[in-house]
Every structure is written in structure tokens, then in C-alpha cells.
């Protein structure tokens, strides 16, 4: 892949100078320092196939630390590198861009994560999980989906509860990626508080090997998204710290909304990522395939396909980059609506485009010759991980209507409208209306 084609298709005026080089220099190291040596494209093959190995993992986040692409925007005084949210959404595009999904979601976690325990933990979670983290010495899962609470998380039942100093745990999360993999899990659990409320929520982090955690199954032969050992876990009277609390007792609500804000653009721009190298690679196979002796790229049909997917595409990635912008200009609390906007067009685009490619490039598209067909399996579940496209549209919908509603809008006259047009005030009523 070219680095040219890695920026936005159309010239970009939104990032700087300094930004678009940085998404030149993310996609350089990652292609010579990152994704070769064992981690190269027979590892993707290989984690499609659900073959990872937590030394893999481990020798990933290494490799990421050392290139500073953990916990981007966590400052170098909490071990991060001091970046930005920009920053951290075109490292995502990137990996999603020359990696594989998996590893973006990885190098994710640590982007939010790393972001809530930097603005939430306490000094013994910042040197015992951030740092190494972000230094690329830990592996990180976040163990938030339950088998009765996933969209829903206020409904979460596995609680926590206080004895002496430590925390005592229990309960069940599924689909938790990296669960075999990850040195700890970030979890959310009820410390007080009725089903459903969102004061009473805590998170805390739990190591691994901490006695009565159980992998109950694994969930990996999914979809696709392959290769993190997906698993249903389950606590049985875990006992963690009482210093492994992020943050204050029973507030973790904001904190979990805050490091989802994060989320949406993250996961929305490593699937659009993805998607890109899909686009690229369908763009060229259709250039140099030819059906009734013509490049099947010379079909209207197919190149009207390809122009409306690039304009879509550019579209999604200024939404996202709004967002990120938001971000760092005003925290990670900051633009809800307009992450929203990034995280349901983004993941429904990405899979459009993908699913799209496979369309004009026919049969060969649906074989591992390329990975068209692994990156459509890939960013399926996109579309409603770390938020679904329904969620986020209510989300929109929400502050939409209240930068829409206007006081003025009469509404007497709403079906009355021979007696006046609600939209215009009085004043400037047609003539006919006012002449009746
Ligand atoms: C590949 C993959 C990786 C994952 N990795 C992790 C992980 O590492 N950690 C983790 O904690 N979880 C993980 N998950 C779980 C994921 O976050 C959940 O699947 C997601 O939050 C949805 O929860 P659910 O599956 O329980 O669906 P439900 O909550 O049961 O929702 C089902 C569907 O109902 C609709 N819906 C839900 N709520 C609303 C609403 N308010 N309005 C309108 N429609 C709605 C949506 O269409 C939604 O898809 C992963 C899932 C997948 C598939």
C-alpha cells in the first residue's frame, strides 16, 4: 500500500502538516517494525484462524510501546507519550489500515483505558497497570459485557464487595477479548445501588492469575474479529486490592461514558481503517480485471460504486477527526453527539465499503487471496461493539432535537396551516394568508 493513498483520498485540510505526517510515520513503522518478524501477514492468517499465542500478544504490545503508539494521549509524566486525541485516532486508522483489526482493538484498550486510569487512577494504578501498559508490558482486556447486560451495562450484576482491604468479586462477563491473553481486566462491577442505576457502579482492575477466575468458554469461533480468544468468564469470590479501584466508589458511570466517547472514535476509525486497504485493493483488482474484454473498473456500475464509497469515506474520516478535535480541545467528556455521529457512520461505512469491494470483485473477493473477505467478517461487529449504530443514533437524535426545536415554530398552527405557516412569524406571513 502507499503512503499517499493513506491519507484521506481527497487533499485533507482539516489535519496539519504535522498531523498528516504523523499518520505517514504511524504507517511506516508499524509496516518495518511492527507487523514483520512473526507478526507479519501469515499471523493474520493465523489469528483468522483463531491461532494467536499470548507470546504474540505480548511481543505486540512491546512492539507498540517501544513505537509509542500505547495510551496515546496519556501525558510522559504518567508514562504515556504525551500525544493527542488526533493522534490517537490516525494510529488506530493506521494499524486498521496495515495490521488487522484485533491488533487495533488491542492498541485501543489502551488508548481508553490508559486515558481513564490517567484522569481516574490512583498513584498505585498508575505504576502498577498505566505505566507498564503503556510501556508495552502488559496486555490489556476490559471485561464489560455480561451475559444479561451488554448494550444495557447499568444492568451489570457481577458486584463487588468490600472486605477488610481488598474487594471480593463475582460474577460473569462474556465476550471479553483477550481474556486468555491479558496480564489484567478492567472491569466494571456494582458496589451499591439498585439493577440499573447508575450511581453504585465501580471499575476495578483484576490481575489475571488471581485465584477463582474461570475461562467458562471460548467464544472465539465467531464472525470474525479472530484471534483474541473471545472468552465467557466467570468470578468466584475474587479477591483484588482495595487500591485496584479507578477512581471513587460508585462514580465509575462518567468514567465508563467518558472512555466510550473515546471508544466510538477509536473503533469507528481502525474498522474505517481496514476498510480503506479493502478499497484500495478492489480498486485495483477491478482496474486490471477484465470481463467482455474491458477493466470491469471501466462499468459505470462499478466505478460510480467506487466514487460514491471514496466521498463517503472522506466524509466519515472528517467526522471522526471533528470529533478527536473536540477532544483535545475540550476532554474526552467532550462532544457526545458529534462521536456519535463518527462511531455509527463510521462502523456502518466500513462495512458497506468492505461488503462493497467483495460485490465488484466477485468470486476471487470471497477467497483468503485477499483479505477483503476477512476485513467484511472483520468490521461486522463495528456496528454494534463499543456502541451500537441504534445506540448512537438515539444519541444524536437527542441533542439533535435540541439544537433543531425552535420556540418560534407556532405550533397552533400545525395542521392549521390556511390560517398561517408555523415556520414564519407573523410578520412574514404570505399575502394570501394574511388577506384571508
Ligand atoms: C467481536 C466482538 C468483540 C467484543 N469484545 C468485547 C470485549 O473485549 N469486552 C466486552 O466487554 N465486550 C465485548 N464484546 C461485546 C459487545 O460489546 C456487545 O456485543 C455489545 O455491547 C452489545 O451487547 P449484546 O451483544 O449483549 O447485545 P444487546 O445489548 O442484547 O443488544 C442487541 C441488539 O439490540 C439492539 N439494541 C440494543 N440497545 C438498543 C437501544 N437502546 N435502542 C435500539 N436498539 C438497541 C442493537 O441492535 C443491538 O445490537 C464484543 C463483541 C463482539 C462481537
Not at 476490559?142 to 444479561?148: C, S
Not at 477488610?164 to 465476550?175: A, L, M, P, S, Y
Not at 458496589?191 to 488471581?210: A, C, L, N, P, Q
Not at 473477493?365 to 467478517?377: F, M
Request: hydrophobic share 35%.
Amino acid at each position: 500500500m502507499s503512503d499517499e493513498a493513506s491519507a484521506m483520498i481527497g487533499e485533507d485540510t482539516v489535519l496539519t502538516d504535522e498531523e498528516e505526517e504523523y499518520l505517514a510515520d504511524a504507517i511506516t513503522t508499524l509496516e518495518t517494525e511492527v507487523f514483520v518478524d512473526g507478526l507479519g501477514h501469515d499471523h493474520f492468517r493465523a489469528l483468522d484462524e483463531n491461532e494467536g499465542s499470548r507470546e504474540e500478544w505480548q511481543e505486540y504490545v512491546s512492539r507498540m510501546g517501544d513505537a509509542g503508539f500505547n495510551a496515546i494521549s496519556v501525558p510522559e509524566a504518567h508514562g504515556g507519550p504525551g500525544g493527542t486525541i488526533i493522534e490517537t485516532v490516525l494510529a488506530e486508522q493506521a494499524i486498521g489500515y496495515c495490521g488487522n483489526i484485533v491488533h487495533a482493538c488491542q492498541t485501543s484498550l489502551t488508548q481508553h483505558v490508559g486515558r481513564t486510569m490517567y484522569e481516574h487512577g490512583n498513584q498505585h494504578i498508575t505504576e502498577e497497570y498505566l505505566e507498564p501498559m503503556a510501556a508495552g508490558d502488559l496486555v490489556v482486556a476490559q471485561a464489560y459485557t455480561e451475559p444479561r447486560s451488554g448494550t444495557d451495562l447499568a444492568h451489570l450484576e457481577t458486584d463487588a464487595e468490600k472486605d477488610g482491604d481488598e474487594w471480593v468479586i463475582n460474577g460473569e462477563k462474556r465476550f471479553i477479548d483477550f481474556a486468555p491473553y491479558a496480564d489484567f481486566y478492567f472491569t466494571p462491577v456494582r458496589t451499591s445501588g439498585e439493577d440499573g442505576d447508575r450511581e453504585g457502579v465501580s471499575i476495578i482492575v483484576i490481575d489475571r492469575d488471581t485465584d477463582g477466575i474461570e475461562l467458562l468458554q471460548d467464544q472465539s469461533d465467531w464472525h470474525g474479529f479472530r484471534g483474541t480468544g473471545a472468552s465467557w468468564m466467570q468470578f468466584d469470590d475474587v479477591r483484588v486490592p482495595e487500591a485496584n479501584l479507578v477512581g471513587n466508589e460508585g462514580e465509575a458511570w462518567s468514567y465508563i461514558t467518558d472512555e466510550l466517547n473515546l471508544e466510538h472514535l477509536t473503533v469507528a476509525r481502525y474498522c474505517l481503517g481496514a476498510s480503506q486497504q479493502a478499497l484500495e485493493i478492489a480498486a485495483n483488482y477491478t482496474a486490471n480485471r477484465e470481463v467482455n474484454e474491458r477493466p470491469v473498473s471501466r462499468y459505470q456500475a462499478v466505478n460510480h460504486k467506487v466514487a460514491e464509497m471514496v466521498t463517503k469515506l472522506d466524509g466519515a474520516y472528517l467526522l471522526n477527526t471533528r470529533a478527536a478535535r473536540i477532544m483535545d480541545d475540550r476532554g474526552v467528556s467532550a462532544g457526545r453527539m458529534e462521536s456519535a455521529m463518527a462511531k455509527w457512520l463510521g462502523n456502518e461505512l466500513a462495512h458497506e465499503i468492505a461488503d462493497t469491494c467483495i460485490q465488484i470483485m466477485g468470486g476471487i473477493g470471497t477467497t483468503t487471496s485477499y483479505p477483503v473477505e476477512q476485513t467484511q467478517r472483520d468490521v461486522r461487529a463495528g456496528r454494534f461493539m463499543g456502541g451500537a449504530t441504534e445506540v448512537m443514533k438515539s444519541v444524536v437524535q437527542h441533542d439533535a432535537y435540541q439544537l433543531l426545536l425552535d420556540e418560534e415554530f407556532d405550533a397552533d398552527l400545525v395542521g392549521n396551516e390556511r390560517e398561517g405557516l408555523p415556520w414564519l412569524s407573523e410578520d412574514e406571513q404570505p399575502a394570501r394568508i394574511a388577506d384571508e
